[in-house]
């Protein structure tokens, strides 16, 4: 297993934009675009079909030599082959998450203050998603924590932060002037016309051509 999670590009498969048909699909293009690792978010979906479906999408991004990453259900990551797992706050913790999901797993928490940031450093994880950076209907209870914070949690973490939430092609530039050095892009990706175009756009941005 990879636990290679030092890309700059992240992109979530989000059940809520794709129907599980369109998974494979969505995938490959997320793929040929570019992106740096791809997580399977299916909230509401029921296990066996979460299971069936990321065993379906693991080999995919395994033989791009890419991380795939499950959302919830560490115990499905030797089940399916995913490199790992992402765990949120209200979450079992890093330690019982990699006890489930493997030594070798990725573990990735999802933090919303430099505090939390400090904190998943010292749990063991080996990347945090730091948001929602802006308001986003992917995850509309969520309070915005805007852009002041990033480099704090960067420097408090030490390890690579993922910003997240309301993050577009469009304001890709502000965020990375605000410090952010990797990100999470969902629905952007997942609803754009051409998804290829869009991650190389994206990573063009990024210093990634
Ligand atoms: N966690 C914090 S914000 C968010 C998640 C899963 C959703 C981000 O989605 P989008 O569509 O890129 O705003
Ligand atoms: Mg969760």
């Given amino acids: 297993m990879s636990k290679n999670c030092e890309g700059r590009l992240y ?7 794709v129907t599980a048909d369109q998974a494979e699909k969505m995938t490959t293009l997320m793929l040929e ?16 079909e979460v299971a069936a479906l990321g065993s379906k999408l693991a080999p995919l991004c ?14 499905l990551v030797p089940v399916t082959g995913a490199d790992g797992v992402h ?7 890093v330690d019982e998450a990699r006890k489930l999901a493997g030594p070798f797993a990725i573990v990735g928490k999802s933090t919303h203050t430099p505090a939390q940031a400090a904190a998943a450093k010292e749990e ?17 209870e969520y309070i ?3 852009l002041e914070d990033i480099r704090q949690a960067q420097e408090l973490s030490g390890l690579p932060v993922f910003c997240i939430g309301g993050i577009k092609l469009e304001n890709l530039p502000t965020v990375l002037e605000a410090g952010a050095q990797n990100v ?26």
């Fill in 11 to 17: 992109g979530i498969l989000d059940l809520g934009y």
């Fill in 33 to 48: 675009g570019g992106i740096d690792l791809v997580q399977l978010r299916a909230k509401g979906v029921a296990e066996a």
């Fill in 62 to 75: 395994r033989v791009a030599g890419i991380p795939f990453i499950l959302n919830d259900y560490p115990h």
């Fill in 87 to 93: 765990v949120g706050q209200d979450d079992i913790s």
């Fill in 124 to 140: 063991g994880a080996d990347y945090i998603g730091f948001g929602p950076l802006f308001s986003t209907p992917t995850k509309p």
């Fill in 144 to 146: 915005p924590v805007g």
């Fill in 184 to 209: 999470v892009i969902v629905s952007g990706i997942l609803t754009a016309q051409d998804p290829v175009a869009y991650i190389k756009e994206c990573r063009s941005l990024l210093g990634q051509s």
